[in-house]
T-cell receptor
Framework: AQSVSQHNHHVILSEAASLELGCNYS??????LFWYVQYPGQHLQLLLK??????LVKGIKGFEAEFIKSKFSFNLRKPSVQWSDTAEYFC????????????FGSGTRLLVRP | KAGVTQTPRYLIKTRGQQVTLSCSPI?????VSWYQQTPGQGLQFLFE???????NKGNFPGRFSGRQFSNSRSEMNVSTLELGDSALYLC?????????????FGPGTRLLVL
């Protein structure tokens, strides 16, 4: 079955540290890839998405992600985190198989210490 | 445009009862999806509706059902509630639900089953 793996369940960083969150998926066909963020008490919001073209995509708030097809990966990065980045981050994929759904990873809780 | 709205935001029920949750998609969006979010299982797909038709259903028991109305608003129903049904239920909408579209999430309904 198709799945999405997020390797880091909890990450603690100090402000200004660099961030990289891993995401791997298992599906051999065409996918679209998403990173969503859930700030405390808020709803899921889209950070960035990859559909096609340049594998390096830039999102909101200085986040970027790189799609490496050969590794089935879509890692999220930010060069310098802020306290306000404290949130839970979810990687998700949609499949070109008419399933009309997102498959989510288990999420990574990021705590940024001021 | 107004975002996805969900009512009620919080709900407390007892085992054996049934519950109905409501979702109003973004204006113009015809696809509505439902997800269950729990600490243990993460975000899991429940079902997706488009033009009043269920196009896909996740791996949940028949106690979980839904429907969509002609104005694209959707409801989900859980009958014979169990303690394990306690979760955050998220609704998402998109234009047509295709794999290339971004799904926009509502704030969720937090259900507690006692």
């Amino acid at each position: 079955a198709q799945s999405v793996s997020q390797h880091n369940h909890h990450v603690i960083l100090s402000e200004a540290a660099s961030l990289e969150l891993g995401c791997n998926y298992s599906y051999g066909g065409t996918v679209n890839l998403f990173w969503y963020v859930q700030y405390p008490g808020q709803h899921l919001q889209l950070l960035l998405k990859y559909f096609s073209g340049d594998p390096l995509v830039k999102g909101i708030k200085g986040f970027e992600a790189e799609f490496i097809k050969s590794k089935f990966s879509f890692n999220l990065r930010k060069p310098s985190v802020q306290w306000s980045d404290t949130a839970e981050y979810f990687c998700a994929v949609s499949l070109m198989d008419s399933s009309y759904k997102l498959i989510f990873g288990s999420g990574t809780r990021l705590l940024v210490r001021p | 445009k107004a975002g996805v709205t969900q009512t009620p935001r919080y709900l407390i029920k007892t085992r054996g009862q049934q519950v109905t949750l409501s979702c109003s998609p973004i204006s113009g969006h015809r696809s509505v999806s439902w997800y269950q979010q729990t600490p243990g299982q993460g975000l899991q797909f429940l079902f997706e509706y488009f033009s009043e038709t269920q196009r896909n259903k996740g791996n949940f028991p028949g106690r979980f059902s839904g429907r969509q109305f002609s104005n694209s608003r959707s409801e989900m129903n859980v009958s014979t509630l169990e303690l394990g049904d306690s979760a955050l239920y998220l609704c998402a909408s998109s234009l047509e639900g295709t794999y290339q579209e971004t799904q926009y999430f509502g704030p969720g309904t937090r259900l507690l089953v006692l």
